[in-house]
T-cell receptor, first 110, second 115 residues
Framework: QKEVEQDPGPLSVPEGAIVSLNCTYSNSAFQYFMWYRQYSRKGPELLMYTYSSGNKEDGRFTAQVDKSSKYISLFIRDSQPSDSATYLCAMRVTGNQFYFGTGTSLTVIP | DAGVTQSPTHLIKTRGQHVTLRCSPI?????VSWYQQVLGQGPQFIFQYYEKEERGRGNFPDRFSARQFPNYSSELNVNALLLGDSALYLC??????????????FGPGTRLTVT
């Protein structure tokens, strides 16, 4: 079983839609939960992070962590064509390596 | 202010050859990590170096090795290349080696093709 599972999509939505991206994980010791955005032929860039459980909001982006279900989500409100990219979830146990999901490819259609 | 830089951008090698990839971290950052990203997959951790010492190693064969220099730049070496080594190799830098941390900044990657 993989440490982190992520639906690869692809996901295609109209501009202005609310996008929901999700990951599940198996290691209950994960404490740091991150979301990265990766444009084609570029390195990943950190979008948001959450420590332990709860929600975090940053502009149009909201990250949620449900440790009881081992499930994390990223919501994008009022999606824009510039949001078209691959979104990677990543997790970490304190003092250990980062584990990434496979990424979800998102296209926002104008 | 320059971000993480990697060279070369692209590389084509033949099976059995050796390759060296280079990374310069963000100025002031002392930790460098290497990742392999196969097409359609997420990055997989290979190594982390801090203050020129290896601080972590992922599940990769001994054909993969790395080192960090006094100026904190780093090299990733891969010997006896296999077709399966074709991937985007990413370098990420961190300010310090902190066990409880989430921040790392990625470079654009080196795309390696093995034929």
């Amino acid at each position: 079983q993989k440490e982190v599972e992520q639906d690869p999509g692809p996901l295609s939505v109209p501009e202005g839609a609310i996008v929901s991206l999700n990951c599940t994980y198996s290691n209950s010791a994960f404490q740091y939960f991150m979301w990265y955005r990766q444009y084609s032929r570029k390195g990943p860039e950190l979008l948001m992070y959450t420590y332990s459980s709860g929600n975090k909001e940053d502009g149009r982006f909201t990250a949620q962590v449900d440790k009881s279900s081992k499930y994390i989500s990223l919501f994008i409100r009022d999606s824009q064509p510039s949001d078209s990219a691959t979104y990677l979830c990543a997790m970490r146990v304190t003092g250990n390596q980062f584990y990434f999901g496979t990424g979800t490819s998102l296209t926002v259609i104008p | 202010d320059a971000g993480v830089t990697q060279s070369p951008t692209h590389l084509i090698k033949t099976r059995g050859q050796h390759v060296t990839l280079r990374c310069s971290p963000i100025s002031g950052h002392k930790s460098v990590s290497w990742y392999q990203q196969v097409l359609g997959q997420g990055p997989q951790f290979i190594f982390q170096y801090y203050e020129k010492e290896e601080r972590g190693r992922g599940n990769f064969p001994d054909r993969f090795s790395a080192r960090q220099f006094p100026n904190y730049s780093s090299e990733l070496n891969v010997n006896a290349l296999l077709l399966g080594d074709s991937a985007l190799y990413l370098c990420a830098s961190s300010l310090i080696y902190v066990q409880s941390s989430y921040e790392q900044y990625f470079g654009p990657g080196t795309r390696l093709t093995v034929t």
